[in-house]
């Protein structure tokens, strides 16, 4: 099962060495899941950590 998603929120507290900036971000998210006889047993994600560190200001 592939699934694509969006986090929003505030940047109100310390991410990566990075200060709150205040800023909305919105980041993009896929997660690829894997079933066999109704059991998760392989998942993998994918988030956009460039666009959240471009959005927050680190770079």
Do not use: W, Y
């Amino acid at each position: 099962m592939v699934t694509r998603c969006r986090f929003q929120g505030t940047h109100t507290g310390m991410f990566h060495g990075v200060k709150p900036s205040g800023n909305r971000v919105s980041v993009g998210a896929i997660h690829i899941d894997r079933f066999e006889d109704n059991f998760l047993i392989e998942h993998f994600g994918q988030l956009d950590g460039l666009g959240l560190l471009r959005q927050i200001g680190a770079i």
